[in-house]
T-cell receptor, first 110, second 113 residues
Framework: GENVEQHPSTLSVQEGDSAVIKCTYS??????FPWYKQELGKRPQLIID?????GEKKDQRIAVTLNKTAKHFSLHITETQPEDSAVYFC?????????FGAGTILRVKS | DTEVTQTPKHLVMGMTNKKSLKCEQH?????MYWYKQKAKKPPELMFV???????INESVPSRFSPECPNSSLLNLHLHALQPEDSALYLC????????????FGPGTRLTVT
């Protein structure tokens, strides 16, 4: 079925440390995996995405890795800053729709 | 214009009221979506429109009625809602349903009393 599992549900890190959030998906036919950041009271914002023909993608302090064999993908944030504090959602494409993970609350302590 | 806009920002309605939510985008996107989001939960897909035609209805109760008058506009008509329907309603759009980068509007915070 359509399922995306996301861990951990909450993550606290010290400013400057790295943060890693992991997701697994169930359908080997899925080909697109975005990550959204949602600050309190704001809209989800697409921060990075990856397609199945690529194993890793980077954008400044953010990177996403994909392991198609194991059906999991991860978000890596380096040199975390207080403004990185938010809820992060992973998603996987199933047919013509996205299915979201349950979310990770990231707190960056200064 | 690279944004999805939604009106109103907030809406309070009684269980017998009829109201509508509006979503607009001028990016030339041909796929538009309605999501419902409860506090501390992920967005939950309700409807997908592709080229102004309804392509996915995620078994949403008939008290929610979507409409796509043209390629830039998406409405969600509300009637006889229940208090448990109180949530943030998000609209999103993408180039097409097969190009998955979805961009969200700011949402309408709906409270049903």
């Amino acid at each position: 079925g359509e399922n995306v599992e996301q861990h951990p549900s909450t993550l606290s890190v010290q400013e400057g440390d790295s943060a890693v959030i992991k997701c697994t998906y169930s359908d080997s036919a899925s080909n697109y995996f975005p990550w959204y950041k949602q600050e309190l009271g704001k809209r989800p914002q697409l921060i990075i995405d990856i397609r199945s023909n690529v194993g890793e993608k980077k954008d400044q302090r953010i990177a996403v890795t994909l392991n198609k064999t194991a059906k999991h993908f991860s978000l890596h944030i380096t040199e975390t800053q207080p403004e990185d504090s938010a809820v992060y959602f992973c998603a996987a494409e199933y047919g013509n729709k996205l299915v979201f993970g349950a979310g990770t609350i990231l707190r960056v302590k200064s | 214009d690279t944004e999805v806009t939604q009106t109103p920002k907030h809406l309070v309605m009684g269980m017998t009221n009829k109201k509508s939510l509006k979503c607009e985008q001028h990016m030339g996107h041909r796929a538009m979506y309605w999501y419902k989001q409860k506090a501390k939960k992920p967005p939950e897909l309700m409807f997908v429109y592709s080229y102004e035609k309804l392509s996915i209805n995620e078994s949403v109760p008939s008290r929610f009625s979507p409409e796509c008058p043209n390629s830039s506009l998406l409405n969600l008509h509300l009637h006889a809602l229940q208090p448990e329907d109180s949530a943030l309603y998000l609209c999103a759009s993408s180039q097409t349903v097969a190009e998955y980068e979805q961009y969200f509007g700011p949402g309408t915070r709906l409270t049903v009393t």
